[in-house]
Antibody
Framework: EMQLLESGGGLQQPGGSLRLSCTASGFTFSNYAMSWVRQAPGKGLEWVSGISGSGGHTSYADSVKGRLIISRDNSKNTLSLQMNSLRAEDTAVYYC?????????????????WGQGTEVTVSS | QLVLTQPPSASASLGASVNLTCTLSSGHSNYAIAWHQQRPKRGPRYLMKLNSDGAHSRGDGIPHRFSGSGSGAERHLTISSLQSEDEADYYCQTWGTDIPWVFGGGTRLTVL
């Protein structure tokens, strides 16, 4: 069974840092692009960042460029999101999501698997 | 700019059917979409992919009570034999070159 399990969320002060992780199982991790999608309290889904299966290509929403860094370790089936210079507006539940289309180089964003989420709160 | 429009709420009775709509903005009617379900306090769950010609493919384990239809700009998710567990937010989503962040605003379904 394919699964994604996020961890690393918590309470952090504005300007601080957090590192989120997503551990994948049940599929060949390196064959699929992955993304982080967040959901602020009471709001809808917002794509944050994506990375190709090989890790060679990344993409970011304008709201997080320069502050958040996506990476992956295919030997450990792990996706990460390094969150720096945190702002109150980064407060959200963060989900990792898997592309349905198999590719090591392309990011398609046709999500077919989601994790259960990890909550990030940025507050003083 | 590609925009997906969903009504904010819908309701239907237990055991009945409901039709949820997602409308693609002008000039984008040829894009495929996906439907995702989000139950309260849970992560999203992929339901199906729905192509512009109305053909759809369900995700693993998704009951046949969930079906997709529609062509052109208007796409539908129909849920038949409604169950209490179907009470959730439903999001449509599309994708394409340089537009990975396009989600609809979501429809909250209440099962009466």
């Amino acid at each position: 069974e394919m699964q994604l399990l996020e961890s690393g969320g918590g309470l952090q002060q504005p300007g601080g840092s957090l590192r989120l992780s997503c551990t994948a199982s049940g599929f060949t991790f390196s064959n699929y692009a992955m993304s982080w999608v967040r959901q602020a309290p009471g709001k809808g889904l917002e794509w944050v960042s994506g990375i190709s299966g090989s890790g060679g290509h990344t993409s970011y929403a304008d709201s997080v460029k320069g502050r958040l860094i996506i990476s992956r370790d295919n030997s450990k089936n792990t996706l990460s999101l390094q969150m720096n210079s945190l702002r109150a507006e980064d407060t959200a539940v963060y989900y990792c999501a898997k592309d349905e289309t198999s590719s090591q180089t392309m990011m398609v964003f046709d999500f077919d698997l989601w994790g259960q989420g990890t909550e990030v709160t940025v507050s003083s | 700019q590609l925009v997906l429009t969903q009504p904010p709420s819908a309701s239907a009775s237990l055991g009945a059917s409901v039709n949820l709509t997602c409308t693609l903005s002008s000039g984008h009617s040829n894009y495929a979409i996906a439907w995702h379900q989000q139950r309260p306090k849970r992560g999203p769950r992929y339901l199906m992919k729905l192509n512009s010609d109305g053909a759809h493919s369900r995700g693993d384990g998704i009951p046949h009570r969930f079906s997709g239809s529609g062509s052109g700009a208007e796409r539908h998710l129909t849920i038949s034999s409604l169950q209490s567990e179907d009470e959730a937010d439903y999001y449509c989503q599309t994708w394409g070159t340089d537009i990975p962040w396009v989600f609809g605003g979501g429809t909250r379904l209440t099962v009466l």
